[in-house]
């Protein structure tokens, strides 16, 4: 009478043999265990792979920077075997689009103190000032400058002039100008 357990002959030089039969069940319990191992893995990297790929979209729509293209299309295995339980996700490939923009910042309506770029900063015409200077303490007027190179040389300089406290000066600064500097305190617009 047999109590369900198949008794294999192993020569006694073979490792693990301990001399008593193996019970079927015990020599499936490491396959068993092993498909539903590959079930379980693959039901998990199906949820996560869907949650990620819906992450994905989600942020690209929103960015409209990033465009998922998938590269493969799902994957089904015909039932003949226990992997037929599993099936391969779609992969989803995010591409990343990167722009470089260049800001040209817009040229200033109205200048205070300092020195400031043509065109960039200053567009060319006519620029005027009231000659009221901001700083209460400047007894000495205004001064202007404009210039042909940012060298700090005295051979820079287009042309200059300081503003008597209160003489309303206009200036042109010509397309060909570098820089214009303005010092003193005085408010600076341009009106043609």
């Known amino acids: 009478m047999s109590d369900g357990s ?26 068993i265990t092993g498909i539903a191992g590959l079930i379980i ?10 949650r990620s790929a819906d992450r994905s979209q989600a942020r690209s729509s929103s960015l409209h920077l990033s465009q998922p293209a998938t590269n493969s299309a799902p994957t089904t295995v015909h039932p003949t075997s ?8 779609a992969s989803t490939v995010i ?12 040229p200033l309506a109205q200048l205070g103190d300092g020195t400031f770029l043509v065109p960039m900063q200053v567009r060319p015409g006519t620029w005027s000032t009231n000659g ?5 303490s400047s007894l ?22 300081n503003i008597a406290l ?17 010092s003193g305190g005085c408010q600076w617009r341009r009106i043609a």
């Open 41 to 50: 893995g693959g039901v998990l990297v199906g949820v996560t792979g869907s």
């Open 95 to 106: 591409q990343t689009v990167s722009r470089t923009v260049t800001a040209t910042p817009q």
């Open 132 to 136: 009221m200077s901001q700083i209460s």
């Open 140 to 161: 000495l007027g205004c001064y202007w400058a404009r210039l042909r190179s940012l060298s700090g040389e005295l051979d820079s300089v287009i042309a200059s002039d």
């Open 166 to 182: 209160g003489a309303p000066t206009a200036i042109t600064v010509a397309p060909t100008d570098k820089a214009v500097k303005f």
């Open 6 to 31: 198949e008794e294999h002959k192993f020569p006694a030089s073979y490792p693990g043999y301990t001399g008593r039969p193996v019970p079927w069940q015990t020599r499936l319990l490491p396959a």
């Open 82 to 89: 226990a992997s037929a339980l599993v099936s391969t996700p």
